[in-house]
């Protein structure tokens, strides 16, 4: 399971720096080499993490985007998910760098790093108290799958989801990219699509889950929404 959770990371790694430096035009841009440098270290000390405490849930983690029992349309959402996040991460590097077509100040980029880390913060908090947050919408019945009720979840009904805006806004504005942060709210959008498409699954089979979705009113902002 390490030797498979090492492999995948540094797979996806090597080709989100080849899109993202490709698209650059250079090697010589600071941010990309942070951003990367901040996804290796979330996701190698993540894995290594969830490989001693929660091998399943790591083993859900590394599965594949598209997979048989998954619900219909979230297969459908995966597939249009995966098209915009690369097309997202192709367009930033040739708006900051390439073309130079929008400029982040200096300050709104550390910023943008500093929201990077509190949205793998928000995701460990997941990870910790869900032992069943997989990265398709399917109801895990061979591993017994139940609500989960504590840790973030007292809050929102979907905390990673949550971190996932944090996400969002911090990337370009790490890399630097104007237009990219412009872009945000409809990576914000498909979060908001998606969360129907899981919930109608869990209340439809998962015992329990309409009684929580009752007491926890908020599904990713406490207050808001």
Known sequence: MIGKMLCSTTLWLAGMAVLMFAAAGTLAWPQGWLFLALMAASGFAGGLWLARRDPGLLAERLAS???????????????????????????????????????????????????????????????????????????????????????PYRYVRHPMYAGGILFFFGTPMLLGSGYGL????????????????????????????????????????????
Not at 72 to 82: A, G, N, Y
Not at 84 to 89: D, E, K, P, Q
Not at 191 to 206: D, F, G, H, N, S
């Open 65 to 151: 985007p598209l997979q048989r029992d998954q619900e219909r349309s979230d297969k459908f959402f995966m597939i249009l998910l995966m098209f915009v996040w690369v097309a997202w991460f192709v367009f930033m590097p040739i708006d900051a760098v390439r073309l130079r077509l929008s400029h982040l100040p200096l300050a709104v980029q550390v910023i943008g790093a500093l929201l990077i880390v509190l949205a793998t913060y928000a995701f460990y908090l997941t990870f910790r108290e869900n032992s069943f947050a997989a990265p398709v919408v399917k109801i895990q019945k061979e591993r017994g799958q139940t609500v989960v009720t504590t840790g």
């Open 182 to 225: 412009a872009l945000t709210p409809l990576m914000l959008a498909l979060l908001v699509i998606r969360i129907p498409i899981e919930e109608r699954a869990l209340r439809e089979k998962l015992d329990g889950y309409a009684d929580y979705a009752a007491r926890v009113r908020y599904r990713l902002i406490p207050g808001v929404w």
